[in-house]
């Protein structure tokens, strides 16, 4: 009986650990999948690889942030309109006063009151978080093209000088960033009790609730965080290219939502939510879409790159979700 | 249950391994023919392989970035690069995805030159001073076609060895465009007018209204020049019409962009009854039927294309402002010239800056001109004519009248 009880064990202890290493398995594939597909072609992979490196740490900054709101069960669909927005404070403020340390000081207060704001007014108005957000990404977009368009004039677009933020144009500086966030988030959400009762008001609210734990506190934390990674991404926007357009960072919103599923975690939020999900998964996501453009001809026709992204990401969604599907409760 | 749950998944992977073969397998046909000059003189298809280029030159290989993917006048463009200048030129040409951001211009900058190509083309606008700047770090000539850089940004690079120019109308002829139009309708004696601003706060429509309204001999918000009505639209985000006075035409209804009040507001538009329709842009693509039941004249900046001939013939169009598809042959020129070491530069090194005007047809015959004369196999700027731009001997002079040369 014992044996049986243990060999269970082991068993569903090699079934979690093979779900847990899986984006990561992923991520290594996928990788091998780009160096293969850019060196059977022929082309450089010293820039593939500077090219994926750039796109992702954006989105991989700015999604490690959205975990902590998405750890409650609840999501934040203005993260891109409010990058845009607080990168085109910065660059207003840098154009005004001159003062870089200013202009990154407007852009991180700017990004965390956008989304403090959202959680406050949910708060306020007893609303979900998430329809406040589809509120502020309207209004913040729209705040952000009138400012642009009004000071960009015929160019389209508001830029700082190009030379400014060169010197910062490096992969060592960006990974220090992304590090630094990375670890911040790993220790608060792992290190201490925020983490925990996030994953528990994610997982179950009401009991979370019924045993003492402040809803809205969490909440407000979960928001500080997220952010904190959208001013960090703003900057490093910024940092990779020094203009501002209506169009920039539009696809940075829904692009987190697929990074964190493509890392392993479960959009519901809850106990699975897990920090490195949104490194792995964004840099997964910028892979494989690198990795298919690469493979599908570009001149065959357009979206064709997404459409192969969409079937990926519904097989991931299905495989991943074959651990949730499960009627025992996470350990 | 685990064991069903692995067979489920190993069954995913496998399948997912399938279809990233496949196109790894239909991609593969491409790269052999892209790699390997002999199997194809042009280039990675089958139309660049009617190229008549020797067997043993390697393609030019040439980036295209893209912003519009849609617009007749856009796929007018492609359709000449790919349909005409692959087949005539050993060229090869890339082309991104829509391009929505400067960030994505320069990945796919980069990305082009880690294929290796050797210039890029830009249809794209976001942030064109970061595109120059990117192209020189990638050692890739640059140029713009139908588009340019304001003032500041040009006399910045135009000394750049990599910017090899731009060929394209300007705001100021965008201005004239709309100016031009305006006043075509008060010359003819309309009263009251309609106008579409298109996708205003974009600049090319911002400075086409504003030369509507100057056009039309009115002022905006008391001003005449074109450099306050553009700052008044771009501060207002649109034209106000409460702001639009004197002259002898009455702007009676004004909308502009194109989403679920649209069709309300060109019904609102088209009940004011208005002598003519003035658009700044798209309306051919998105209004024509309407506009031709409700028997109101329209204008347009648009293109030369079939459907606006139907219009014209047909319908109520009766003014067009347009480019031809082939009206970016002289830029892929120059870029052949710089790639081949024969850089085309002005006094004091500086790279090309050549205005491109619209061409107007206001009746059929004329519209007929110009459609007719820019059809596949014989566009406008053929290959004939383009060849004489090729080579080591031509001058900046030389291409500046040569774009600049009537072709009607």
């Known amino acids: 009986m014992k044996a049986a009880e243990k060999s269970l064990q082991q068993s569903y202890r090699l079934r979690q650990l093979l779900i847990h290493l899986m984006p990561l398995a992923a991520l290594a594939i996928l990788l091998a999948a780009l160096c293969w597909a850019v060196t059977s072609k022929g082309y450089r992979l010293d820039i593939y690889l500077n090219i994926v490196f750039n796109e992702a740490v954006v989105l991989a900054v700015v999604a490690t942030g959205a975990v902590f709101i998405y750890t409650l069960g609840s999501f934040d669909i203005s993260l891109g309109a409010s990058t845009l927005f607080s990168a085109t404070l910065g660059v207003m403020t840098y154009n005004a006063t001159q003062s870089l340390p200013l202009m990154l000081l407007v852009i991180l207060v700017t990004a965390i009151g956008c989304s403090l704001l959202s959680s406050l007014l949910a708060s306020v108005f007893h609303i979900p978080v998430f329809v406040t957000t589809v509120a502020m990404m309207s209004v913040l977009s729209a705040i952000a093209a009138q400012i642009i368009t009004k000071n960009g004039g015929a160019l389209g677009g508001i830029s700082i000088p190009s030379d400014l933020l060169r010197p910062l144009d490096t992969p060592w500086f960006k990974v220090v960033i992304l590090a630094a966030f990375v670890a911040l988030s790993i220790f608060i959400f792992s290190f201490t009790k925020v983490g925990r009762r996030q994953k528990f008001l994610g997982g179950n609210p009401v009991c979370a609730q019924l045993t003492g734990i402040d809803l809205n506190r969490y909440t407000i934390i979960a928001f500080v965080m997220a952010g904190l990674g959208v001013g960090l991404g703003a900057f490093l926007t910024l940092i990779y290219t020094p203009s501002v357009t209506t169009g920039t960072a539009s696809s940075i919103g829904m692009n987190i939502i697929v990074a964190i599923v493509f890392g392993g975690m479960p959009i519901s939020g809850g106990p699975n939510s897990k920090i490195y999900s949104a490194l792995v998964g964004g840099f997964s996501y910028i892979l494989l879409n690198n990795t298919l453009k690469i493979l599908i001809d570009g001149n065959t026709g357009y979206g064709v790159s997404q459409i192969v992204s969409a079937i990926f990401f519904l097989a991931v969604v299905y495989v991943t979700s074959i651990n949730y599907r499960t009627k025992l409760l996470p350990r | ?408």
């Not at chain 2, 005539?88 to 320069?106: I, S």
Request: with cysteine; aromatic share 10%.
């Open chain 2, 1 to 408: 249950m685990m064991k069903k749950s692995m067979k489920k998944l190993f069954a995913l992977l496998l399948a997912s391994a399938l279809i990233l073969s496949v196109f790894a397998g239909c991609s593969g046909k491409s790269t052999e023919n892209s790699a390997d000059p002999a199997n194809s003189p042009a280039g990675g298809n089958e139309e660049q392989s009617q190229a008549p280029a020797p067997a043993n030159e390697k393609p030019i290989k040439i980036g295209v970035l893209v912003a519009d993917v849609s617009g007749e006048e856009a796929l007018g463009f492609r359709n000449y690069y790919e349909n005409y200048i692959a087949k005539n030129y050993n060229v090869e040409l890339l082309y991104t995805e829509q391009l929505t951001d400067a960030a994505g211009e320069r990945s796919a900058i980069e990305r082009f030159a880690a294929q290796g190509c050797q210039a890029i083309i830009s249809f794209s606008s976001s942030d064109r001073a970061m595109q120059v700047e990117t192209c020189a770090q990638n050692k890739l000539f640059y140029a713009v076609a139908s588009g340019m850089l304001d003032d500041e940004q040009y006399e910045t690079y135009k000394t750049n060895e990599w910017f090899v120019g731009q060929v394209g109308p300007s705001m100021e002829t965008e201005f004239e465009a709309g100016y031009a139009m305006g006043k075509y309708f008060a010359d003819k004696g309309a009263k009251t007018i309609a106008m579409y601003g298109a996708f205003i706060p974009n600049p090319m429509h911002v400075y086409r209204a504003a030369g509507v309204i100057a056009g039309m001999g009115a002022t905006y918000g008391g001003a005449s020049d074109m450099g306050a009505i553009v700052g008044q639209i771009f501060g207002d985000q649109g034209v106000d019409p409460s702001k639009v006075s004197g002259g002898s035409v009455e702007l009676v209804s004004y909308f502009q962009g194109y989403g679920e009040t649209t069709t309300d507001e060109l019904n609102a538009a088209i009940q004011a009854q208005p002598d003519a329709f003035l658009s700044v842009g798209m309306a051919t693509t998105f209004f024509t039927q309407q506009l031709n039941t409700a028997g109101i004249e329209f204008s347009d900046i648009d293109s030369f294309t079939s459907g606006n001939q139907a219009a014209m013939t047909d319908g109520k169009l009766v003014y067009l402002a347009g480019k031809y598809s082939s009206s970016i042959g002289p830029i892929f020129a120059a870029v052949v010239d710089a790639v081949n070491g024969n850089p085309i530069r002005g006094e004091g090194g500086t790279a090309i800056s050549v205005s491109q005007s619209y061409l107007v047809a206001t009746d059929t015959a004329s519209f007929d001109k110009y459609y007719s004369a820019d059809q596949g196999d014989s566009p406008i700027y053929n290959k004939e004519l383009l060849d004489t731009m090729i080579g080591d001997s031509v001058t900046y002079a030389d291409f500046q009248a040569f774009v600049e040369a009537d072709r009607s």
